[in-house]
């Protein structure tokens, strides 16, 4: 908790619950960054695991609701309906009534709306560690983005398998993409652009932005260890990539030992199909 955003009790009962999973080793984290669709290039349509709308098409039902966050916090006029369920989660959405079935057309274009408007998509996870929701958030309403950017929970947000790539000399420096990036990647300074790669979580905002086409998604090709400096450089994740830049698997480490493992699947295409996790022996 800091001094300049005191947590009110709405936010703070969700950061306990998602305290106690990570206390109990329930989950590695709690959402997942996903590049909107129009910032990949087309031969990177076939990779669904960071394709929102491929994301809903492979489920096996998804329902749409309005976003808890906006609804509670009212602080902007950003589309409220855009959060889509999926799976076991919409079934039991949709029979309470707090969620309705929409056919994928116009699904798809609250998705480009929500684009328009820069808001950032996350995927949401359970315990289990299956994801069963796709949230389009702001920074100023979304509870999982005011638990990053307002109380440094590096912990609770994985970034994307992509990372957005600058090039200066097409660069026109005009600035637009700085409060694009919800991440504060960017900088404007002296007339001058600056952009922090360390900072890029890959939602790709910044790319349907630039007038200059000064930015493109590329897949993340380096092995990382992502320590997620909470409570001490002892406690994060290490994530190992194969060729194509796809985490194939992950170890979980409390006091600097690895506690928990998940190891990841996909099909021929490049689907992530599977994410097993298991404690570490």
């Known amino acids: 908790m800091t001094d300049a955003h005191p947590m009110d009790d709405w936010l703070k009962k969700r950061v306990d619950q998602y305290d106690a999973w990570l206390e109990e080793r329930k989950i590695a984290f709690t959402s997942k960054v996903v590049p909107i669709a129009e910032s990949l290039a ?33 602080r902007c006029d950003n589309p409220v309906d855009v959060c889509v369920f999926i799976n076991e989660m919409s079934d039991k959405l949709v029979k309470k009534g707090h969620a309705r079935r929409i056919a994928l057309d116009p699904l798809v274009e609250k998705l480009h709306l929500a684009n328009k408007h820069g808001l950032v998509h996350l ?31 590096k912990d609770l947000i994985a970034d994307s398998e992509y990372i957005a790539v600058w090039d200066q000399e097409q660069c026109s420096h005009c600035g637009i993409c700085v409060d694009r990036c919800v991440f504060g990647a960017r900088t404007l300074e002296n007339n001058r652009m600056n952009y922090d790669p360390d900072k890029c979580y890959g939602c790709g905002l910044c790319v349907t932005i630039c007038p200059n086409e000064a930015i493109k998604m590329q ?35 409390e006091d600097g ?25």
């Open 42 to 74: 087309e031969k990177q349509w076939v990779l669904p695991t960071e394709q929102v709308i491929r994301f809903i098409t492979d489920a096996r039902s998804f329902a749409v609701a309005d976003c808890v966050c906006r609804t509670h916090y009212r």
């Open 123 to 153: 995927t949401l996870y359970n315990p289990k560690q299956y994801p069963y929701a796709i949230c389009s958030c702001c920074r100023c309403c979304c509870h999982e983005l005011q638990l990053l950017l307002n109380y440094d929970r």
């Open 219 to 253: 897949r993340r090709s380096k092995l990382s260890i992502n320590f997620l400096n909470r409570t001490s450089p002892e406690r994060g994740m290490y994530y190992e990539l194969n060729r194509n830049g796809e985490r194939i698997s992950y170890d979980y480490y």
């Open 257 to 281: 030992e690895p506690v928990r493992k998940g190891t990841y699947s996909y099909d021929d295409e490049g689907v992530l199909i599977r994410l097993d996790s298991y404690e570490q022996t």
